[in-house]
Nanobody, 123 residues
Framework: VQLVESGGGSVQPGGSLRLSCVASGDTYTYNFMGWFRQTPGKGREGVAAINPGGGLTYYFDSVKGRFTISRDNAKNTVDLQMDNLKPEDTAMYYC?????????????????WGQGTQVTVSS
């Protein structure tokens, strides 16, 4: 599976960004999708995830109510809409794909990763 993210950038606090991830390859097997983020010196932190059918979503507590994950299986895309961004959201954001079992926030359950897209929130 190949994953390509886009949509990162710089924004002021309170602003919005929409990240997109396009998947190709064996998306039938590795169909549980997640978004993680990482800052220098820290491990990858689960931000949100979505089940294969799109009916179940999961969020890190600090982003609940501000971020929305969605998917379009016909286009093999997973998006992360980020609203009311805060400086602490600044990080490299990664799209990940794995099989549909395990804890959504556990980075080791994901088999494939994108190259990452930088999000910077600053005034």
């Amino acid at each position: 599976v190949q994953l390509v993210e886009s949509g990162g950038g710089s924004v002021q606090p309170g602003g919005s960004l929409r990240l997109s991830c396009v998947a190709s390859g064996d998306t039938y097997t590795y169909n549980f999708m997640g978004w993680f983020r990482q800052t220098p010196g820290k491990g990858r932190e689960g931000v949100a995830a979505i089940n294969p059918g799109g009916g179940l979503t999961y969020y890190f507590d600090s982003v609940k109510g501000r971020f929305t994950i969605s998917r379009d299986n016909a286009k093999n895309t997973v998006d992360l809409q980020m609203d009311n961004l805060k400086p602490e959201d600044t990080a490299m954001y990664y799209c990940a794909a794995g099989k549909p079992y395990g804890n959504w926030y556990d980075s080791t359950r994901y088999n494939f990763w994108g190259q990452g897209t930088q999000v910077t929130v600053s005034s």
